[in-house]
């Protein structure tokens, strides 16, 4: 059987859109402190430099100006996800939390779909924001593949260590706005090289 040319186009943009994509040189390291607790808890995220290079330009940009030190996770759904980004949350929950930025917004960079573990930019809903524009800070995990969300937002990463930390957060109780109770803060987040993984043996 023989098949189109585009039948393997079709093929190639499925699986990108499926599976993640190649990791750049660099990891996102987040430091979080959960409530009273003394220990901070870390976080690692892999970005897709190549699939989104826009994206991941800004957020390491913001990350070297120290923009997201401080911050608050602002929104909480258990086992489903968690969400962070917004200055404004530093000060705790406000009418306006959640809607906050650097102050612009980045084109939107929707390939990939929300695995286990997917980092992804938030943004305004369609009606204001027809482009579908990323807001230029906030971000979330999406905890568990969440289809509905496919098409819709730009994810940029993946976490390579610390869901479970993740997953305890989405489980903290909170107001009715989904803002946790607990005062969990990004204590700092910093680039840092990535480490491959070592080669398997057996396929030398």
């Known amino acids: 059987m023989k098949f189109h040319p585009a039948f393997f186009l079709f093929v190639a943009a499925s699986l990108l859109g499926a599976y993640a994509a190649?990791?750049?040189?660099?990891?996102a390291v987040l430091n979080i402190r959960v409530g009273k607790a003394k220990e901070l808890q870390r976080v690692v995220i892999g970005l897709y430099d190549e699939a989104t290079p826009g994206t991941v330009a800004n957020f390491k940009e913001l990350i070297r100006k120290k923009f997201y030190n401080g911050?608050?996770?602002?929104?909480?759904?258990?086992?489903?996800?968690?969400?962070?980004?917004?200055?404004?949350?530093?000060?705790?929950?406000g009418d306006r939390?959640?809607?906050?930025?650097?102050?612009?917004?980045?084109?939107?960079?929707?390939?990939?779909?929300?695995?286990?573990?997917?980092?992804?930019?938030?943004?305004?809903?369609?009606p204001i924001n027809p482009a579908k524009n990323s807001n230029g800070?906030?971000?979330?995990?999406s905890l568990k593949?969440?289809?509905?969300?496919?098409g819709q937002f730009t994810v940029f990463?993946?976490?390579?260590?610390?869901?479970?930390?993740?997953?305890y957060i989405s489980n903290?109780?909170?107001?009715?706005?989904?803002?946790?109770?607990?005062?969990?803060?990004?204590?700092?987040?910093?680039?840092?090289?990535r480490v491959a993984p070592p080669a398997n043996p057996s396929s030398r």
């Open 22 to 27: 190649p990791l750049g040189p660099d990891v």
């Open 71 to 93: 911050q608050r996770f602002q929104r909480v759904l258990p086992g489903a996800l968690v969400q962070t980004g917004d200055p404004s949350s530093r000060h705790g929950q």
């Open 97 to 126: 939390t959640g809607t906050g930025g650097p102050g612009y917004t980045i084109p939107a960079e929707i390939k990939l779909n929300h695995q286990t573990g997917s980092v992804a930019m938030a943004r305004l809903p369609d």
């Open 137 to 141: 800070s906030q971000f979330y995990v």
């Open 145 to 150: 593949p969440l289809p509905k969300l496919d």
């Open 157 to 167: 990463g993946e976490i390579l260590e610390g869901l479970d930390v993740l997953e």
């Open 172 to 193: 903290q109780p909170t107001n009715s706005n989904d803002f946790p109770l607990p005062k969990i803060v990004i204590k700092s987040i910093v680039l840092e090289p």
